[in-house]
């Protein structure tokens, strides 16, 4: 089952996603909004695999609502207008709604989210090491043996438990992908950490072991949504 | 090119395309309202298709299609947004050169909507034989940094210098802007 919500500042163009859900078995649209703030709300309360997101709403565009959101959740743009295309998939949106349009293709983009979220959960049970690049060879890295991992311009320094350190040309976008999200985050420009490294968390620095890591004020609430306190 | 730069600039393609959702939205539910938005956005468009080839059309076809536009914008709105859109005087077939007033109403549903704030806009129109007021007032309740501000820029300016064109000397405006609410006066003498 995909659960889903919409957001939309017209109430008439939810009513087009509710009624085009209940096509379908396993889309389950658990609530729509017409408000930018309920609907941040709901979020942050509730787990979601998809949003169904206008581009053109008033208080901040839904590109701007999109960059703030968990990345796991998938995101289905819906717009009037086509100007704003490109930026939706740069976003890595799954897909893009012309409005109006049609109940096949809505079929297309459900689908589209429905390969997505299979592949992942494909990844997520078999992901156990990295695998990187570096002086000429493959790194094949257990991830539990990763404490975190540093920014060096065009380069990553990745830190493991036993001291040693492998560099690597790569982006620190690039090197979050290919982690699972519910095990690394990004708390800096320059750093990734491992959650399982964290000692104690400060005000606007992170304790491991033996490092102590700075927090940006960015990335902070990210990473608290992990530590039920 | 030049043609299609026309007509984008008398009938928005956000408002365009967002009317046929709503109207597809509303067909979808089989709402008793889907006929009458179909007719207002037909006679909308061959306002602009048709009567914007003339320089000069009847006031009362030009606030015809202010109200079907108004009547459009309604579907939009959700109950935290009100409006009010009145007509007084009375029509002796005073002319007008066509889509000059439009400009500041779409500003007003620009601006003036937002399902999260309560808001009003109020549309006045006053005719006093060629004398012609419109008044526009609504709170601003979109953020205006995000928004597509340039276009909106980009359209008064155009709209004044129109204004300037085929009204010298024979016209009047006033915007008043205190940050959260917005009121533009508009006299135009028609003569």
């Keep these: ?35 930018q703030n309920d609907a941040l709300s709901y979020l942050e309360a509730n787990d979601i695999d998809l949003i169904f997101l206008d581009i053109e709403m008033p208080k ?3 590109i701007e609502f999109c960059t703030g959101l968990n990345k796991n959740i998938k995101v289905v743009f819906t717009t009037a207008y086509g100007q ?29 989210v429905r390969k997505e979220i299979e592949l992942e959960n494909k ?12 002086d000429y060879k493959i790194h094949n890295i257990p991830l539990s043996d990763i404490l975190f991992i540093e920014a060096l311009d065009d380069y990553i320094k990745i830190h493991l438990c036993n001291q040693t350190k492998i560099v690597a040309r790569h982006t620190m976008k690039g090197i979050l992908k290919k982690l699972p999200s519910q095990e690394f985050q990004r708390i800096h420009r320059s750093y990734i950490v491992a959650l399982q490294a964290i000692r104690t968390l400060g ?17 902070k609430e990210n990473l608290l949504r992990n530590f039920n306190v | 090119m030049a043609e299609v730069n026309y007509l984008k600039a008398k009938v928005n393609p956000h408002f365009l395309f967002n009317t046929l959702n709503n109207i597809y939205s509303l067909t979808l539910v089989k709402s008793e309202v889907a006929p009458d938005a179909v007719l207002r956005l037909s006679n909308l468009m061959r306002y602009v298709v048709t009567e914007c080839e003339n320089k000069k059309v009847l006031l009362s076809k030009e606030l015809e299609h202010i109200e079907n536009f108004v009547a459009l914008q309604k579907l939009r709105l959700s109950e935290k947004n009100t409006l009010s859109f009145t007509v007084n005087g009375t029509f002796k077939n005073q002319l007008i050169a066509p889509i000059i007033l439009i400009n500041y109403i779409e500003n007003a549903f620009k601006y ?70 917005y009121t533009c006066t508009l006299q135009i003498d028609l003569s």
Excluded: W
């Design chain 1, 203 to 219: 005000k606007d620095c992170i304790e491991l072991k033996e490092h102590t890591l700075p927090l940006s004020p960015n990335f």
């Design chain 2, 112 to 181: 003036g909507v937002n399902p999260e704030t309560m808001s009003e806009i109020d549309i006045k129109v006053q005719i006093n034989g060629n004398d012609l007021t419109l008044i526009v007032k609504n709170h601003i309740v979109v953020n205006r940094g995000t928004s597509a501000n340039s276009s909106t820029k980009e359209g008064m300016q155009n709209s004044l210098k129109r204004l300037d064109i085929l009204y010298p000397n024979k016209y009047k405006l006033k915007v008043d802007d205190t940050g959260t609410m």
């Design chain 1, 1 to 35: 089952m995909i659960k889903a919500i919409a957001l939309d500042d017209e109430p008439l163009a939810l009513a087009v996603i509710e009624t085009y859900s209940k096509t379908l078995a396993d889309i389950h649209l658990a609530k729509t909004f017409t408000s």
């Design chain 1, 60 to 62: 901040s565009n839904g």
């Design chain 1, 84 to 112: 704003y295309a490109v930026d939706g998939f740069n976003l890595n949106a799954t897909d893009y709604l012309l409005k109006p349009y049609s109940l096949e293709r809505f079929n297309l983009s459900i689908e589209k």
């Design chain 1, 123 to 134: 990844a997520k049970v078999q992901k156990t090491h990295l695998a990187i690049r570096a």
